[in-house]
Protein backbone atom coordinates (compact mmCIF):
# COMPACT_ATOMS: atom_id res chain seq x y z
CA UNK A 1 0.00 0.00 0.00
CA UNK A 2 2.83 2.23 0.71
CA UNK A 3 3.99 2.99 -2.69
CA UNK A 4 0.34 3.75 -3.44
CA UNK A 5 1.41 7.82 -2.51
CA UNK A 6 2.36 10.65 -4.31
CA UNK A 7 5.28 12.03 -3.62
CA UNK A 8 5.45 15.94 -3.53
CA UNK A 9 9.03 16.51 -4.15
CA UNK A 10 11.42 16.86 -7.11
CA UNK A 11 12.98 13.15 -7.06
CA UNK A 12 15.87 14.68 -9.23
CA UNK A 13 19.04 13.94 -7.11
CA UNK A 14 22.52 15.35 -7.63
CA UNK A 15 23.59 11.27 -8.15
CA UNK A 16 25.62 9.06 -10.70
CA UNK A 17 24.51 5.55 -11.55
CA UNK A 18 26.50 3.30 -9.89
CA UNK A 19 27.81 5.36 -7.47
CA UNK A 20 26.34 3.36 -4.73
CA UNK A 21 24.56 3.72 -1.22
CA UNK A 22 26.46 6.06 0.78
CA UNK A 23 26.21 8.18 -2.31
CA UNK A 24 22.68 7.87 -2.72
CA UNK A 25 22.47 9.01 0.60
CA UNK A 26 24.69 12.10 0.33
CA UNK A 27 22.51 13.55 -2.22
CA UNK A 28 19.50 13.53 -0.62
CA UNK A 29 21.04 14.54 2.43
CA UNK A 30 21.63 17.88 0.07
CA UNK A 31 18.66 18.05 -1.09
CA UNK A 32 16.76 18.39 2.27
CA UNK A 33 19.90 20.85 3.31
CA UNK A 34 19.25 22.68 0.09
CA UNK A 35 15.34 23.09 0.29
CA UNK A 36 14.37 20.77 -2.85
CA UNK A 37 13.26 18.72 -0.58
CA UNK A 38 10.81 20.59 1.79
CA UNK A 39 10.39 19.90 5.18
CA UNK A 40 6.88 17.54 5.76
CA UNK A 41 6.87 16.89 2.39
CA UNK A 42 6.52 12.99 1.39
CA UNK A 43 9.22 11.38 -0.35
CA UNK A 44 9.31 9.34 -3.25
CA UNK A 45 8.68 5.28 -2.39
CA UNK A 46 11.00 2.95 -2.45
CA UNK A 47 10.00 0.92 -5.40
CA UNK A 48 9.44 4.29 -7.39
CA UNK A 49 12.76 5.68 -6.85
CA UNK A 50 14.48 2.27 -6.92
CA UNK A 51 12.90 2.46 -10.68
CA UNK A 52 14.22 5.82 -11.10
CA UNK A 53 17.26 5.19 -10.65
CA UNK A 54 17.95 1.99 -11.78
CA UNK A 55 19.04 0.13 -8.87
CA UNK A 56 17.77 -2.63 -6.65
CA UNK A 57 14.68 -1.03 -4.15
CA UNK A 58 16.66 -2.72 -1.33
CA UNK A 59 19.43 -0.50 -1.75
CA UNK A 60 16.85 2.82 -1.40
CA UNK A 61 14.98 0.87 1.71
CA UNK A 62 18.24 1.07 3.29
CA UNK A 63 19.16 4.59 2.45
CA UNK A 64 15.69 5.85 3.86
CA UNK A 65 16.32 3.41 6.72
CA UNK A 66 19.48 4.83 7.66
CA UNK A 67 18.40 8.73 7.18
CA UNK A 68 15.19 7.96 9.34
CA UNK A 69 17.74 6.94 11.82
CA UNK A 70 19.80 10.41 11.57
CA UNK A 71 16.51 12.45 12.00
CA UNK A 72 16.41 13.42 8.14
CA UNK A 73 13.37 11.39 7.27
CA UNK A 74 9.93 10.41 9.04
CA UNK A 75 8.55 6.94 8.70
CA UNK A 76 5.76 5.08 10.73
CA UNK A 77 3.65 2.02 9.82
CA UNK A 78 1.40 1.99 7.12
CA UNK A 79 2.46 6.16 6.36
CA UNK A 80 4.12 7.56 3.52
CA UNK A 81 7.80 8.33 4.62
CA UNK A 82 8.93 12.12 4.53
CA UNK A 83 10.84 14.80 5.01
CA UNK A 84 10.89 15.67 8.66
CA UNK A 85 9.66 18.26 9.80
CA UNK A 86 12.48 20.14 12.26
CA UNK A 87 16.25 19.70 12.39
CA UNK A 88 16.28 19.12 8.78
CA UNK A 89 15.55 21.83 6.88
CA UNK A 90 18.14 24.38 5.74
CA UNK A 91 17.58 26.38 9.22
CA UNK A 92 19.18 23.39 10.13
CA UNK A 93 22.20 24.94 9.79
CA UNK A 94 22.58 27.91 10.23
CA UNK A 95 25.57 30.74 9.44
CA UNK A 96 28.04 30.95 12.21
CA UNK A 97 29.39 34.29 13.59
CA UNK A 98 32.68 32.84 13.13
CA UNK A 99 32.36 31.70 9.57
CA UNK A 100 35.44 31.85 7.43
CA UNK A 101 36.78 34.68 5.41
CA UNK A 102 38.50 35.11 2.89
CA UNK A 103 42.10 36.38 4.09
CA UNK A 104 44.39 39.34 2.69
CA UNK A 105 47.15 37.84 0.80
CA UNK A 106 49.64 39.70 3.18
CA UNK A 107 49.90 39.78 6.70
CA UNK A 108 51.67 42.22 8.98
CA UNK A 109 49.71 41.86 12.31
CA UNK A 110 51.86 42.03 15.63
CA UNK A 111 52.08 38.84 17.70
CA UNK A 112 52.61 36.32 15.03
CA UNK A 113 55.45 34.64 14.74
CA UNK A 114 56.72 32.83 11.13
CA UNK A 115 55.85 29.87 11.31
CA UNK A 116 57.94 28.34 8.48
CA UNK A 117 60.70 29.20 11.24
CA UNK A 118 59.49 26.35 13.39
CA UNK A 119 62.50 23.62 13.78
CA UNK A 120 60.69 20.61 13.13
CA UNK A 121 64.41 18.82 13.03
CA UNK A 122 65.20 19.57 16.04
CA UNK A 123 61.66 18.94 17.35
CA UNK A 124 61.91 15.68 15.83
CA UNK A 125 65.12 14.87 17.18
CA UNK A 126 63.96 15.80 20.94
CA UNK A 127 60.47 14.06 20.09
CA UNK A 128 62.21 10.85 19.46
CA UNK A 129 64.70 11.25 22.55
CA UNK A 130 61.64 11.79 24.36
CA UNK A 131 59.51 8.85 23.60
CA UNK A 132 62.73 6.70 24.08
CA UNK A 133 63.06 7.44 27.72
CA UNK A 134 59.62 8.03 28.86
CA UNK A 135 58.52 5.53 31.13
CA UNK A 136 54.51 4.40 30.27
CA UNK A 137 52.85 6.40 33.36
CA UNK A 138 54.01 9.33 31.52
CA UNK A 139 50.22 8.77 29.31
CA UNK A 140 48.09 8.83 32.18
CA UNK A 141 46.67 12.03 33.57
CA UNK A 142 49.34 15.04 34.07
CA UNK A 143 49.99 16.67 37.54
CA UNK A 144 47.82 19.87 36.90
CA UNK A 145 50.29 22.11 37.40
CA UNK A 146 52.30 21.22 34.81
CA UNK A 147 55.13 18.34 34.18
CA UNK A 148 57.77 18.85 37.18
CA UNK A 149 60.34 17.91 34.34
CA UNK A 150 59.54 21.08 32.37
CA UNK A 151 58.79 22.89 35.60
CA UNK A 152 62.50 22.63 36.82
CA UNK A 153 63.72 22.91 33.83
CA UNK A 154 62.39 26.31 32.92
CA UNK A 155 63.22 27.23 36.30
CA UNK A 156 66.94 27.27 35.39
CA UNK A 157 66.26 28.52 32.23
CA UNK A 158 64.43 31.76 32.56
CA UNK A 159 66.94 32.26 35.53
CA UNK A 160 69.92 32.54 33.61
CA UNK A 161 68.09 33.69 30.83
CA UNK A 162 65.91 36.54 32.08
CA UNK A 163 66.66 36.89 35.53
CA UNK A 164 63.96 35.37 37.06
CA UNK A 165 64.08 33.94 40.59
CA UNK A 166 61.91 31.11 40.01
CA UNK A 167 60.62 27.67 42.58
CA UNK A 168 59.57 24.73 40.05
CA UNK A 169 57.18 24.35 42.97
CA UNK A 170 55.44 27.86 41.75
CA UNK A 171 55.84 27.77 38.20
CA UNK A 172 52.67 26.58 36.33
CA UNK A 173 52.25 25.59 32.75
CA UNK A 174 49.37 26.93 30.75
CA UNK A 175 47.83 26.57 27.44
CA UNK A 176 49.30 29.81 26.06
CA UNK A 177 49.09 33.55 27.75
CA UNK A 178 45.20 33.16 27.05
CA UNK A 179 44.66 30.60 29.38
CA UNK A 180 47.21 32.19 31.87
CA UNK A 181 45.88 35.79 32.02
CA UNK A 182 42.32 33.87 32.30
CA UNK A 183 43.23 31.87 35.53
CA UNK A 184 44.99 34.62 37.23
CA UNK A 185 42.00 37.06 36.81
CA UNK A 186 39.73 33.79 38.10
CA UNK A 187 42.71 32.96 41.22
CA UNK A 188 42.82 37.04 41.81
CA UNK A 189 39.15 36.93 42.06
CA UNK A 190 38.47 33.97 44.32
CA UNK A 191 41.03 36.62 46.54
CA UNK A 192 38.61 39.47 46.59
CA UNK A 193 40.35 41.29 43.72
CA UNK A 194 38.26 41.80 41.33
CA UNK A 195 39.90 44.88 39.24
CA UNK A 196 42.78 44.49 36.81
CA UNK A 197 44.86 47.58 35.01
CA UNK A 198 46.35 47.10 31.84
CA UNK A 199 48.66 49.42 30.14
CA UNK A 200 47.15 51.95 27.36
CA UNK A 201 47.52 51.37 25.04
CA UNK A 202 47.18 47.12 25.08
CA UNK A 203 46.28 44.38 22.73
CA UNK A 204 42.80 44.21 23.50
CA UNK A 205 42.54 40.33 23.14
CA UNK A 206 43.86 39.90 26.24
CA UNK A 207 41.69 42.36 28.05
CA UNK A 208 38.89 40.87 27.17
CA UNK A 209 39.65 37.69 28.18
CA UNK A 210 40.88 39.16 31.45
CA UNK A 211 37.05 41.01 31.81
CA UNK A 212 35.44 37.24 30.79
CA UNK A 213 37.55 36.01 34.01
CA UNK A 214 35.63 38.21 35.94
CA UNK A 215 37.87 41.40 36.12
CA UNK A 216 37.11 44.70 36.13
CA UNK A 217 39.46 46.23 33.15
CA UNK A 218 41.15 50.04 33.79
CA UNK A 219 43.84 51.97 31.78
CA UNK A 220 46.70 53.59 32.64
CA UNK A 221 48.83 55.36 29.91
CA UNK A 222 52.14 54.90 28.55
CA UNK A 223 54.22 57.18 27.84
CA UNK A 224 58.09 57.11 26.44
CA UNK A 225 58.86 55.54 29.23
CA UNK A 226 56.73 53.27 30.20
CA UNK A 227 53.43 52.71 32.39
CA UNK A 228 52.59 55.63 34.00
CA UNK A 229 53.17 53.88 37.56
CA UNK A 230 51.71 57.22 39.33
CA UNK A 231 48.50 57.03 37.81
CA UNK A 232 48.01 53.49 38.81
CA UNK A 233 45.13 53.25 41.44
CA UNK A 234 44.24 49.69 40.98
CA UNK A 235 44.88 45.97 42.90
CA UNK A 236 46.65 44.46 40.06
CA UNK A 237 48.27 45.60 37.03
CA UNK A 238 49.62 43.85 33.56
CA UNK A 239 52.59 45.08 32.29
CA UNK A 240 55.20 44.29 29.42
CA UNK A 241 57.95 46.49 30.82
CA UNK A 242 60.85 44.84 28.22
CA UNK A 243 58.85 45.87 25.04
CA UNK A 244 55.65 47.97 25.57
CA UNK A 245 52.62 46.02 23.82
CA UNK A 246 52.08 47.57 21.09
CA UNK A 247 53.97 50.73 21.37
CA UNK A 248 57.40 49.05 21.89
CA UNK A 249 59.45 51.30 24.46
CA UNK A 250 61.09 49.71 27.52
CA UNK A 251 60.35 50.72 31.00
CA UNK A 252 62.57 53.35 33.03
CA UNK A 253 64.31 51.70 35.77
CA UNK A 254 62.71 54.42 38.11
CA UNK A 255 59.16 53.36 37.15
CA UNK A 256 60.46 49.87 37.23
CA UNK A 257 61.36 49.97 40.94
CA UNK A 258 58.28 52.57 41.57
CA UNK A 259 55.97 49.80 40.41
CA UNK A 260 57.76 47.12 42.39
CA UNK A 261 56.76 49.08 45.34
CA UNK A 262 53.44 49.82 44.48
CA UNK A 263 51.80 47.20 46.07
CA UNK A 264 50.09 46.04 43.19
CA UNK A 265 50.35 42.39 42.26
CA UNK A 266 52.30 42.95 39.10
CA UNK A 267 51.81 40.34 35.98
CA UNK A 268 54.57 40.56 33.92
CA UNK A 269 54.03 39.66 30.30
CA UNK A 270 57.31 38.68 28.95
CA UNK A 271 56.08 38.06 25.76
CA UNK A 272 58.65 38.32 23.17
CA UNK A 273 61.86 38.49 25.75
CA UNK A 274 63.94 36.70 23.48
CA UNK A 275 64.27 38.80 20.90
CA UNK A 276 66.15 42.44 21.73
CA UNK A 277 68.61 43.30 18.54
CA UNK A 278 70.70 46.17 19.69
CA UNK A 279 71.72 44.79 22.89
CA UNK A 280 71.29 42.69 25.95
CA UNK A 281 67.78 42.61 26.90
CA UNK A 282 67.07 44.09 30.32
CA UNK A 283 66.24 41.48 32.96
CA UNK A 284 63.17 40.56 34.48
CA UNK A 285 61.00 42.98 36.42
CA UNK A 286 59.76 40.00 38.75
CA UNK A 287 63.66 39.68 40.18
CA UNK A 288 63.14 43.42 42.11
CA UNK A 289 59.52 41.50 43.84
CA UNK A 290 59.08 37.96 43.75
CA UNK A 291 56.37 37.92 46.07
CA UNK A 292 54.46 40.78 44.30
CA UNK A 293 55.41 40.01 40.55
CA UNK A 294 53.76 37.43 38.69
CA UNK A 295 56.34 36.80 35.66
CA UNK A 296 54.78 35.61 32.30
CA UNK A 297 56.60 33.48 30.16
CA UNK A 298 55.77 31.41 26.72
CA UNK A 299 56.74 29.49 23.69
CA UNK A 300 54.33 31.43 21.12
CA UNK A 301 56.45 33.21 19.66
CA UNK A 302 60.08 31.65 19.83
CA UNK A 303 58.41 28.24 18.45
CA UNK A 304 54.83 28.02 17.78
CA UNK A 305 51.69 29.56 18.82
CA UNK A 306 49.79 26.27 18.17
CA UNK A 307 51.86 24.31 20.58
CA UNK A 308 49.96 26.00 23.33
CA UNK A 309 52.84 26.41 25.75
CA UNK A 310 53.17 29.41 28.36
CA UNK A 311 54.17 28.86 32.34
CA UNK A 312 54.05 31.61 35.49
CA UNK A 313 56.66 31.90 37.84
CA UNK A 314 54.12 32.91 40.77
CA UNK A 315 54.44 34.70 44.32
CA UNK A 316 53.49 32.05 46.96
CA UNK A 317 50.66 33.17 47.85
CA UNK A 318 49.53 33.07 44.65
CA UNK A 319 50.06 29.37 43.98
CA UNK A 320 46.98 27.39 45.41
CA UNK A 321 44.39 29.47 43.71
CA UNK A 322 46.20 29.88 39.87
CA UNK A 323 46.18 25.76 40.40
CA UNK A 324 42.61 25.94 41.68
CA UNK A 325 41.62 28.04 38.74
CA UNK A 326 43.65 26.05 36.24
CA UNK A 327 41.96 22.93 37.44
CA UNK A 328 38.67 24.63 37.14
CA UNK A 329 39.28 25.07 33.13
CA UNK A 330 39.78 20.96 32.65
CA UNK A 331 42.46 22.07 29.82
CA UNK A 332 46.25 21.38 30.29
CA UNK A 333 49.14 21.16 27.61
CA UNK A 334 49.73 17.86 26.53
CA UNK A 335 52.38 16.71 28.44
CA UNK A 336 54.55 15.27 25.33
CA UNK A 337 55.09 18.39 24.45
CA UNK A 338 56.16 19.55 27.58
CA UNK A 339 59.18 16.97 27.96
CA UNK A 340 59.98 17.62 24.30
CA UNK A 341 60.55 21.41 25.22
CA UNK A 342 62.14 20.61 28.18
CA UNK A 343 64.57 18.42 26.39
CA UNK A 344 64.98 21.19 24.30
CA UNK A 345 65.97 23.47 26.70
CA UNK A 346 68.11 21.04 28.90
CA UNK A 347 70.23 20.30 25.17
CA UNK A 348 70.64 24.04 24.18
CA UNK A 349 68.57 23.08 21.05
CA UNK A 350 66.21 25.48 22.32
CA UNK A 351 68.86 28.28 22.41
CA UNK A 352 70.05 27.70 19.53
CA UNK A 353 66.92 27.90 17.66
CA UNK A 354 65.86 31.24 19.38
CA UNK A 355 69.58 32.77 18.21
CA UNK A 356 68.93 31.12 14.32
CA UNK A 357 65.22 33.60 15.05
CA UNK A 358 66.46 36.27 16.05
CA UNK A 359 69.01 36.79 13.55
CA UNK A 360 65.67 36.34 10.72
CA UNK A 361 63.90 39.01 12.54
CA UNK A 362 66.42 41.15 13.32
CA UNK A 363 66.86 41.04 9.50
CA UNK A 364 63.41 41.89 9.03
CA UNK A 365 63.28 44.93 10.87
CA UNK A 366 66.01 46.09 9.53
CA UNK A 367 64.74 45.49 5.95
CA UNK A 368 61.64 47.12 7.16
CA UNK A 369 63.15 50.24 8.43
CA UNK A 370 65.36 50.76 5.41
CA UNK A 371 61.72 50.41 3.38
CA UNK A 372 60.39 53.34 5.30
CA UNK A 373 60.04 57.14 3.93
CA UNK A 374 62.44 59.23 5.19
CA UNK A 375 59.88 61.13 7.28
CA UNK A 376 58.56 57.71 9.49
CA UNK A 377 60.86 56.37 11.92
CA UNK A 378 60.28 53.46 14.42
CA UNK A 379 58.98 54.02 18.02
CA UNK A 380 60.50 52.40 20.63
CA UNK A 381 63.60 49.87 20.86
CA UNK A 382 64.81 47.62 18.46
CA UNK A 383 63.40 44.49 19.36
CA UNK A 384 60.87 41.85 19.13
CA UNK A 385 58.35 41.08 16.10
CA UNK A 386 56.47 44.56 15.74
CA UNK A 387 57.33 47.63 15.25
CA UNK A 388 55.09 50.93 15.54
CA UNK A 389 54.98 54.22 13.08
CA UNK A 390 53.75 57.24 14.97
CA UNK A 391 51.29 58.78 13.01
CA UNK A 392 48.43 61.40 12.94
CA UNK A 393 45.24 60.07 14.11
CA UNK A 394 43.87 61.53 10.95
CA UNK A 395 46.10 59.46 8.75
CA UNK A 396 45.46 56.81 11.08
CA UNK A 397 41.95 56.48 10.40
CA UNK A 398 43.00 56.23 6.69
CA UNK A 399 44.96 52.91 7.29
CA UNK A 400 42.00 50.09 6.68
CA UNK A 401 40.63 51.02 3.36
CA UNK A 402 44.36 51.42 2.10
CA UNK A 403 45.28 48.48 3.47
CA UNK A 404 41.93 46.56 2.02
CA UNK A 405 42.91 48.07 -1.63
CA UNK A 406 46.53 46.26 -1.21
CA UNK A 407 45.52 42.96 0.91
CA UNK A 408 47.45 44.10 3.59
CA UNK A 409 46.18 42.99 7.08
CA UNK A 410 47.86 45.48 9.57
CA UNK A 411 46.67 47.20 12.71
CA UNK A 412 46.61 50.78 14.00
CA UNK A 413 46.75 51.30 17.47
CA UNK A 414 42.81 52.19 17.41
CA UNK A 415 42.24 48.96 18.23
CA UNK A 416 44.15 48.88 21.29
CA UNK A 417 43.26 52.15 22.96
CA UNK A 418 41.08 52.44 25.72
CA UNK A 419 40.53 56.16 26.85
CA UNK A 420 41.55 59.92 26.21
CA UNK A 421 42.45 61.51 23.36
CA UNK A 422 46.14 61.80 24.33
CA UNK A 423 46.88 58.62 23.96
CA UNK A 424 49.14 57.59 20.26
CA UNK A 425 48.09 57.11 17.47
CA UNK A 426 50.14 55.18 15.15
CA UNK A 427 50.53 51.70 12.35
CA UNK A 428 51.58 48.39 13.89
CA UNK A 429 53.83 46.59 11.75
CA UNK A 430 53.73 42.89 12.39
CA UNK A 431 56.92 41.54 10.83
CA UNK A 432 57.34 38.26 11.97
CA UNK A 433 54.09 37.22 10.31
CA UNK A 434 54.73 36.40 6.62
CA UNK A 435 56.86 33.01 6.01
CA UNK A 436 60.47 34.04 4.50
CA UNK A 437 58.98 33.59 1.18
CA UNK A 438 56.38 35.69 1.49
CA UNK A 439 58.39 38.71 3.24
CA UNK A 440 59.39 40.80 -0.26
CA UNK A 441 55.80 40.61 -1.62
CA UNK A 442 54.45 41.69 2.30
CA UNK A 443 56.92 44.58 2.27
CA UNK A 444 55.94 45.79 -1.32
CA UNK A 445 52.19 46.19 -0.02
CA UNK A 446 53.94 48.05 2.88
CA UNK A 447 55.18 50.30 0.91
CA UNK A 448 52.45 50.84 -1.25
CA UNK A 449 50.14 51.97 1.71
CA UNK A 450 52.93 53.85 2.87
CA UNK A 451 52.88 56.23 -0.37
CA UNK A 452 48.94 56.81 -0.05
CA UNK A 453 49.05 57.80 3.50
Not at 26 to 47: H, L, M
Amino acid sequence: MADSWSSSVDAHLDWAPGSGRKALADAVRKAIRDGRWQPGAVVPSTRALAHDLGIARGTVTRVYSDLAAEGYLESSQGAPTKVATAGAGPEAIPETAYARKPSPRWNLEPGRPDPSLFPRDLWATAAKRVLQHTPNETFGYGEPRGSLVLRTTLAAYIGRSRGVIADPARIVVCAGFSQAITVLGKALQDLGITEMAFEDPSFNRFRNLAEASGQQIVGVPVDEHGLRVDQLTSPSVVVTPAHQAPIGVTMAPNRRTALAGSGAIVIEDDYDGEFRYDRHQVGALQALAPERVVYSGTASKSLAPSLRLSWLALPRFLVDPVIAALEATGTHPGVLEQLILADMISTRAYDRHVRRCRAEYRSRRDKVVAALPAHLKPHGISAGLHLMLPLSREVEATVPGIAARHSLAIHTLAAHRMTGADNPNGLIVGYGAPARNQFAGTLNALQKLLAEL
